[in-house]
């Protein structure tokens, strides 16, 4: 099920994040300004967020399965008319549609992971899930700009479309929902965990720490070039050597969350960490030399280590019965930053210099650390992994399995 999760998700970030890779080839081939390219290339970003929510909603309702399966199969349907459509503005469309569809695995395929481990292993288990943005985004930058100089950009787009189908259909033919806790006779519908601020909190320090990670990974390559005067070939290494470090650290990060029993104490110290690095980072930048070069790798991987532990604060704050929603508003909020902190930060760079840039990122991780809730408890989640009466129950065709839906509410 980690496996499945992690790949669905790898497979939406190909798509999501590939799609820049293929400007070269569509400015060529549509006649596109660098602006109307950036346009297209937001579509299937604006398509995610909104989305998110909605998926999140179903999978609480019907399960993981079906909603992982439907939308990962209906954006890849989605890519296939796109080849057919002409003109950047039905393009553009057809990524808004394809990357709402492909909402799906945002929301969903977190609720998998997440209910097929015990508390004890979740932030293990979470961290490696979440390896699979930098991952879809190094397959992408590996295959689509080979693929578009060759194919052209509309055969490439085929060729994406091609891996999420058949991600698809591993997802239909394999993945299994993971059982819920019944419901007390007579229960009513769970409570909304946003009644209190817990789960807001999380939400907004989780957005603010997405802040300096997406400052580095939007300009620190920039930084190389033009400031310390580097290849673009070697600082795009350099750059990919710290999403390397990115994601071995949201591994790592996961498993001390574990052995603490805690994912928001580690938030804590990491945006600590994440301000006094770009503190340190922006007095560097003031004189540039080769401890930038070390720094900037660093805080490459340091700033993307906390995006795990949010995401299983989230849902074990959410509880079965609304995790599906509270990771779609989780992500929800950390597209709406990401896309707003490369304009900001561009603006601020050029006003100013890098080091405002770096020094505002360290700032907003600095706020960070007031805005993480100090104490929370999860709601309603097992402390013990799915035993295998439950692995039973929960397959689909098994007697027990109708009984376990028609309990959860599916």
């Known amino acids: 099920?980690?496996?499945?999760?992690?790949?669905?998700?790898?497979?939406?970030?190909?798509?999501?994040?590939?799609?820049?890779?293929?400007?070269?080839?569509?400015?060529?081939?549509?006649?596109?300004?660098?602006?109307?390219?950036?346009?297209?290339?937001?579509?299937?970003?604006?398509?995610?967020?909104?989305?998110?929510i909605g998926w999140g909603a179903l999978a609480d309702r019907y399960g993981e399965r079906v909603v992982l399966g439907s939308g990962l199969l209906g954006s890849a349907l989605l890519l296939v008319a796109a080849r057919a459509t002409h003109g950047a503005p039905a393009l553009g469309a057809m990524f808004v549609l394809a990357g709402a569809a492909g909402a799906s695995v945002f929301a969903a395929s977190g609720r998998v992971v997440m209910g097929w481990f015990s508390r004890r292993e979740r932030g293990l288990a979470m961290g490696i899930r979440q390896i699979s943005t930098p991952l879809g985004m190094g397959i992408a930058a590996l295959i689509v700009p080979p693929l578009a100089e060759r194919l052209g950009a509309r055969a490439t787009v085929g060729a994406i479309a091609a891996l999420m189908g058949a991600v698809a259909i591993a997802v239909i033919l394999f993945v299994v929902d993971p059982p819920r806790p019944s419901a007390a006779a007579g229960a009513g519908r769970a409570a909304s965990p946003y009644?209190?601020?817990?789960?807001?909190?999380?939400?907004?320090?989780?957005?603010?720490?997405?802040?300096?990670?997406?400052?580095?990974?939007?300009?620190?390559?920039?930084?190389?070039?033009?400031?310390?005067?580097?290849?673009?070939?070697?600082?795009?290494?350099?750059?990919?050597?710290?999403?390397?470090?990115?994601?071995?650290?949201?591994?790592?990060?996961?498993?001390?969350?574990?052995?603490?029993?805690?994912?928001?104490?580690?938030?804590?110290?990491?945006?600590?960490?994440?301000?006094?690095?770009?503190?340190?980072?922006?007095?560097?930048?003031?004189?540039?030399?080769?401890?930038?070069?070390?720094?900037?790798?660093?805080?490459?991987?340091?700033?993307?280590?906390?995006?795990?532990?949010?995401?299983?604060?989230?849902?074990?704050?959410?509880?079965?019965?609304?995790?599906?929603?509270?990771?779609?508003?989780?992500?929800?909020?950390?597209?709406?930053?990401?896309?707003?902190?490369?304009?900001?930060?561009?603006?601020l760079i050029g006003a100013a210099d890098y080091s405002a840039g770096f020094f505002l990122a360290g700032a907003l991780a600095a706020v960070a650390i007031l805005v993480v809730p100090i104490t929370a408890t999860p709601r309603a989640v097992a402390e013990t992994a799915p035993t295998a009466e439950a692995t039973r129950a929960a397959e689909p065709g098994s007697p027990a399995s109708a009984t376990s839906a028609a309990t959860s509410g599916r």
């Open 195 to 347: 009644r209190t601020g817990a789960l807001w909190r999380v939400h907004g320090a989780s957005a603010l720490l997405v802040w300096p990670q997406f400052t580095i990974s939007a300009f620190g390559l920039v930084f190389l070039v033009d400031v310390r005067h580097w290849d673009v070939t070697t600082a795009g290494q350099v750059m990919a050597a710290g999403q390397a470090l990115g994601a071995a650290g949201r591994i790592t990060v996961g498993v001390w969350s574990d052995h603490l029993g805690s994912r928001l104490r580690p938030m804590r110290m990491l945006a600590a960490a994440n301000g006094v690095l770009l503190a340190v980072l922006g007095c560097a930048a003031l004189w540039p030399s080769w401890p930038c070069d070390v720094l900037l790798v660093v805080a490459c991987g340091l700033t993307a280590s906390t995006n795990g532990l949010s995401f299983t604060a989230t849902a074990e704050l959410a509880g079965p019965s609304w995790a599906g929603r509270a990771l779609g508003a989780q992500n929800t909020g950390q597209n709406l930053t990401a896309s707003l902190a490369p304009p900001v930060v561009g603006w």
């Open 1 to 52: 099920m980690l496996a499945l999760g992690t790949g669905a998700q790898t497979a939406a970030c190909v798509f999501v994040y590939g799609i820049p890779y293929l400007v070269p080839r569509l400015r060529s081939a549509e006649h596109l300004s660098l602006a109307q390219a950036g346009v297209v290339v937001a579509c299937p970003t604006i398509g995610l967020v909104l989305a998110l």
